[in-house]
């Protein structure tokens, strides 16, 4: 037994010492992917704390703050359209009781007056726009601005026409793939593979299962956006359980997991752009930008831009 030790041992620590090594150094190994563009402020449901969500007039106003990128989630109608719904039923956003894949584009009904901010509970939004759009409509209205389309099902129609209206309008490079799921990750990078791509809630697992093992400085890295919650926000403004125990709990491990600056390091080396998600306090801009994220999407694009106006020398060289 000790003379298996004497040879583990020394095994293990050259293997640790290396893997520190190449974690602090990754560019030895990999060639870093290049940034299309720098994802600093993003605004989330286009930003849907200061006007309607997914509306155009949210949109212009995110433009208006320079916001960096559009984060969007898309549904398919009835009759085929794409359209830029962040829920599959339209109750709490119209107050009408139906799935948008059962009505055609032009029956969708209107937005609410006011709908609450879901990152901001007890907060409201509202606008003079209240239409929804389709996914064609924005591209032709923001043809270069970047976007992050989230596919929430196995769709394969909605999946295929995504990747379709990208090719038509160019913008393979500044339109990126976004799901929880990993199956529909395969299919929305079998049906446009030149889009890139962030991690899946089980990409992001086996990211955090290699860091703590050593060996995410030896092991290839396909995706360029690790869109991630930021553990800090969890009983405050984000309740992912019913259960306000299980929320805590889930704040102390992911908190443990997930803030770790070498890990952050590690993927900006690499190319790899970090985006906490979803910010609305100045506190929370604070603590994704001193772990060294390349970004934040919020709900408030107006907020993070003044944020970032008077600290932007110094989130620049976090």
Known sequence: MSSL????????GSYAMLSIFFLRRPRLLHTPWAPVFLPRLGAHR???GELLENTMEAMENSLAQ???????????????????????????QSGVNRDVGSLDFEEL??????????????RFARGSDRHMVS????????????MSVEVKEENEELINKIAGLVRHFDRNEITIWATEKSSVMKKCRAANPEMPFSFTIGGAIWLLLLYYLGLLPFVSIPE??????????????????SCSGLNQLAAVISKWLIMRKSLIHHLEQRGVQVVFWCLNEESDFEVAYGLGASGVMTDYPTALRRYLDNHGGAAQAS
């Not at 996914?135 to 970047?146: G, K």
């Not at 360029?224 to 359980?241: A, E, M, Q, W």
């Open 46 to 48: 286009a930003g849907s």
């Open 66 to 92: 320079r916001s960096d990128f559009l984060e969007l989630d898309c549904q398919l109608t009835r009759d085929g359209v794409v359209v830029v719904s962040h829920d599959k039923n339209l109750s709490r």
């Open 5 to 12: 030790l004497s040879y583990a041992l020394p095994a293990l």
């Open 109 to 122: 009904p209107l937005y609410k007056e006011e709908l609450e901010v879901y990152f901001s509970p007890g």
């Open 224 to 241: 360029r956006f690790f869109f991630c919650f930021l553990p800090t926000i969890i009983n405050r403004t984000y309740f992912p359980f």
């Open 135 to 146: 996914l064609e409509d924005v591209f032709q209205r923001f043809p270069r601005m970047p």
